[in-house]
């Protein structure tokens, strides 16, 4: 014990048997809680909407990477009516292949289904308007974090967004060894966000989710 490389490995590999067992579902997506999807759908679009548009300095609405994607409910219900195509990376592959059919028609648009771990995934250059990363930075290491938001930094077209939302914990990392995660304060996302050389330009708190689960924040990045 106490060997780091070893550790990490663990962490990885759990969450990967973890996920491979979960119903390729909106409610397996979401552990039980397929409920709070249209207001978080909702929540997130109101947000995004926000920056998008033709103005100057306004996010453009070419091409969107869905990160930690699932089956696609987010592509599904947020990027494809807003973007013309979407990328999508997720680290189980009966996740993508059940997003081929999830998605219908509309998903003729998404141009790729990376399989592959975001520790791992490096995204085009300059590729994307926006990267939406949303309940998955829980299953990376900080310092994995720190790199793989460095990439996309890089990934962005001029004005684009890189988007984090997620479960914020009220004090400290909250470890979570059923789904081999951890569960972070916002102060230590913060700090994370800027070691990536990245700024937080707007912040909300997801409202209306049911009162005993994590607080949720949403974070626009650039
Ligand atoms: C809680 S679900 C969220 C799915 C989707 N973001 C949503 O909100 O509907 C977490 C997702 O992260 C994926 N995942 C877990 N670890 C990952 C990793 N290291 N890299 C990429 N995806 C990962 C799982 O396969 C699962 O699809």
Known sequence: MGDLAEDETTFYSNAEDYW??????????????GSISNVDINGSKAFLKK?????????????????????????????LPLFDTVDMVDVTREFLDEAKKYLGADGKR???????????????????????????????????????????RDALRPNGLVVIKDNVSYEGVVPDDVDSSVCRDLGIVHRLVG???????????????????????TLALR
């Open 195 to 217: 070691q990536a050389g990245l700024r937080v330009v707007h912040e909300e708190q997801q409202l209306d989710f049911p009162k005993e689960i994590y607080q949720v924040h």
């Open 51 to 79: 920056f998008l548009g033709e103005a100057d300095g306004k996010t453009g609405k070419g091409c969107a990477l869905d990160c930690g994607a699932g089956i696609g409910r987010i592509t599904k219900r947020l990027l």
């Open 110 to 152: 998404v141009d790729n289904y990376f399989c592959q771990g975001l520790q791992d995934f490096v995204p085009g250059t300059g590729r994307y308007d926006v990267i939406w990363i949303q309940w998955v930075i829980g299953h990376l290491t900080d310092e994995h974090l720190v790199e793989f938001l460095r990439r996309c």
């Open 20 to 33: 491979r067992e979960v119903a390729p579902t909106v409610d397996g997506m979401l552990g039980g809680y």
